[in-house]
T-cell receptor, first 114, second 114 residues
Framework: QKEVEQNSGPLSVPEGAIASLNCTYSDRVSQSFFWYRQYSGKSPELIMSIYSNGDKEDGRFTAQLNKASQYVSLLIRDSQPSDSATYLCAVYSGVGTSYDKVIFGPGTSLSVIP | DAGVTQSPTHLIKTRGQQVTLRCSPKSGHDTVSWYQQALGQGPQFIFQYYEEEERQRGNFPDRFSGHQFPNYSSELNVNALLLGDSALYLC?????????????FGDGTRLSIL
């Protein structure tokens, strides 16, 4: 059973601080990793995808991937109250043309305190 | 550029009834995946449609069925509704049926079973 785990939270950080969200996955052959943000009562919104080991930056967001440790994280710099949401980690294990399903973690609730 | 659209937005049914939910993918996308999201949980994969065929299925009973039309739109049907089917049903579209492509979600259908 392939699994994706995340800190359930809630995670509270003061405005302007760095929020760190963590995700681990069980399938060693996983290739593609996604972070989604979901506001309460809304649908998930893609923040970032990452496929290679290392860091990927997009504005205030940085995704970090370590396939050897089966670990992916999302850093949010200069956190704003508008960043308060649930963050979903999603993992895809398909290789080449073979298809597998995308597995989501349970999400981490982030609260940014003004 | 039209995003993923789902209908209806809300639905109330009673146990034993049947329901059909609809999804139109984002322009240029040809693959539709359906997810069930219970309150406080991550999305759970139901199945994916690509080239009008069910490509893969999650751990859901046969009461859950679907269809994809030549224009790539899709339907999710649930028969013999149970109280436990109450959830947010999300449709996600992507291109070319490959899970490494990021998925884009619709706003979801909130299904309540009485």
């Amino acid at each position: 059973q392939k699994e994706v785990e995340q800190n359930s939270g809630p995670l509270s950080v003061p405005e302007g601080a760095i929020a760190s969200l963590n995700c681990t996955y069980s399938d060693r052959v996983s290739q593609s990793f996604f972070w989604y943000r979901q506001y309460s009562g809304k649908s998930p919104e893609l923040i970032m995808s990452i496929y290679s080991n290392g860091d990927k930056e997009d504005g205030r967001f940085t995704a970090q991937l370590n396939k050897a440790s089966q670990y992916v994280s999302l850093l949010i710099r200069d956190s704003q109250p508008s960043d308060s949401a649930t963050y979903l980690c999603a993992v895809y294990s398909g290789v080449g043309t073979s298809y597998d399903k995308v597995i989501f973690g349970p999400g981490t609730s982030l609260s940014v305190i003004p | 550029d039209a995003g993923v659209t789902q209908s209806p937005t809300h639905l109330i049914k009673t146990r034993g009834q049947q329901v059909t939910l609809r999804c139109s993918p984002k322009s240029g996308h040809d693959t539709v995946s359906w997810y069930q999201q219970a309150l406080g949980q991550g999305p759970q994969f139901i199945f994916q449609y690509y080239e009008e065929e069910e490509r893969q299925r999650g751990n859901f009973p046969d009461r859950f069925s679907g269809h994809q039309f030549p224009n790539y739109s899709s339907e999710l049907n649930v028969n013999a509704l149970l109280l436990g089917d109450s959830a947010l049903y999300l449709c996600a579209s992507s291109y070319n049926g490959q899970g490494h492509q990021p998925q884009h979600f619709g706003d979801g259908t909130r299904l309540s079973i009485l």
